[in-house]
């Protein structure tokens, strides 16, 4: 919960504020083991006291990181805005033949960013908007396909989703929402869509993950700050922030009306418990890629925290790809033993050296864990499940030659997989193009919803059995 009095409901915590950082305390941070004093840190208990140089480093970076990207938000955004809208131009006049004509005749059309045909820069890299029509209902394969394209879908706006949930994949949409985060100052969007023609019928909540022209979104995804709750662990404060978190009590099981404002958490909390009690046999799933996977497990911690019983025995599994991690061990073995409890299905996708799941940093000073068993897959799409992905901390001397050849291969792999997947893998010029940048900075290619659709698709993986497991 983000930050004005977090004393009311914990005793230890650290919260950055780099936008107050001066030049000066940037270097102060690396010779300074005392953050308490300095006025771009709000801290309680043990979050004031930062030992060790490699810990201050990592403040440090994180403090940076997010004074650059603050400092380079609205640049960014313009950016984004110029590119998405280039990418639309041949859409909005009927292809390139028909903009060329319409650019010489003075009938350019301007792309319309609210309509049916307008994409995202994530759309527009992988153009696949149906659902594999080989993966039926009551497949092992099927609520792990449809979470990812969900995913992929809550990238875009409100008419998109709206046109492809009812007129492509012949479900219901139920809502689409952009969120208020008071300590953030930025929007947290979410899907709500139903497939009524399941049964039971299931309802999936996709959270929409980083964009890649968002800068407070990766001002989230790099925020170090967390909360220590009482017998439950610490966790990520920036994904805590995004969800919901009350300035001043937390996580009490109701907030008051606030016109024009609605928080995450407590707006689809309404929403399912709606229609779950006009459904009483309806299932739900709730999903997200990367910064949308972080929120998607939190959703799951605040309804356990909150012991909301009748929804977690309605609730089917939580499928997260490309999820960083979210909390410290101890938050880990809470939820570990909390999830066996409820029976809960946890399903958390990593594809090969996607850097995002192996972020916030795994040392013995931050003790960011992931919890549950990661279903690793490779860049030939075989999975199997870990413990932990290899390569936890990305950072490594060792895994760069493996990392580099990974990506040439995917490079290739890009030019050929229409002749030996099918056509409907055919990798977009954009696409070829991050897949040449991911030859200098791999892991970053991986990280798009590309190749997590492929490996719902494609994937052989044969899931442990787990006898605390809802079947599904």
């Known amino acids: 919960m983000a930050g004005d009095n977090p004393e009311a409901f914990c005793e230890n915590y650290l919260l950055l504020k780099p936008e107050e950082a001066s030049f000066f305390d940037f270097f102060r941070i690396l010779f300074s083991s005392d953050l308490e004093s300095k006025k771009f840190c709000n801290t309680g208990g043990q979050g004031g006291v930062i030992t060790g ?128 985060n008071n300590n953030l100052k930025i929007n947290t969007s979410a899907i709500m869509i139903q497939d009524k023609t399941a049964e039971p019928n299931l309802i999936v909540v996709a959270f929409r993950g980083t964009e890649p022209f968002d800068a407070g979104a990766w001002r989230t995804d790099v925020d170090i700050s967390w909360y220590e709750f009482d017998g439950v662990g610490k966790i990520h404060g920036g994904f805590m922030k995004a969800l919901g978190l009350q300035s001043s009590t937390g996580w009490p099981t109701e907030i008051p009306n606030s016109p024009g404002r609605t928080f995450a958490y407590y707006e689809i909390l309404q929403k399912l418990k709606t229609l779950i009690k006009e459904n009483g046999d309806a299932k739900f799933v709730v999903t997200g890629h990367s910064l949308g996977g972080a929120l998607a497990i939190l959703f799951v911690t605040i309804l356990i925290f909150h012991e909301e019983d009748t929804l977690l025995n309605h609730l089917e599994g939580v499928y997260t790809f ?20 409820y029976r809960v299905n946890y399903f958390r996708y990593v594809y090969t050296n996607d850097m995002v799941p192996r972020l916030p940093y795994d040392d013995k000073y931050f003790l960011y864990k992931h919890f549950g068993p990661c279903l690793y897959f490779n860049s030939c799409y075989k999975g199997q ?88």
């Open 53 to 180: 140089f490699s810990h201050r480093w990592i403040v440090f970076l994180s403090v940076l990181l997010q004074k650059i990207l603050f400092l380079f938000t609205k640049p960014l955004a313009a950016v984004g805005n110029l590119v998405e809208l280039l990418l639309n131009y041949p859409s909005a006049n009927g292809g390139l033949f028909h903009l060329l004509i319409n650019l010489l005749t003075g009938k350019l059309v301007r792309p319309d960013r609210t309509s049916a045909k307008f994409t995202s820069f994530v759309g527009s890299i992988d153009k696949r908007i149906e659902l594999d029509k080989s993966i039926t209902r009551g497949s092992t394969k099927y609520s792990a396909s449809l979470a990812i394209m969900a995913s992929k879908l809550s990238y875009e706006n409100q008419s998109f989703i709206q046109n492809v949930v009812t007129n492509h994949w012949k479900m219901q949409f139920l809502e689409f929402y952009d969120f208020w």
């Open 322 to 341: 490309g999820q960083p991690r979210v909390g410290d061990e101890q938050f880990g073995e809470w939820m570990k033993g909390k999830m066996s409890k």
């Open 385 to 472: 499940a870990l413990e932990e992905e290899p390569n936890k901390n990305y950072f490594s001397l060792f895994y760069i030659l493996p990392k580099i050849l990974t990506a040439v291969y995917e490079l290739i792999r890009s030019f050929i997989i229409p002749w030996t997947r099918g056509n409907d893998y055919r990798e977009r010029w954009l696409m070829k193009i991050l897949r040449i940048t991911g030859l200098t900075v791999p892991g970053l290619t991986e990280h798009s919803p590309t190749d997590y659709v492929n490996l719902t698709r494609l994937g052989k993986f044969i899931y442990p059995p787990n006898k605390n497991r809802k079947q599904i």
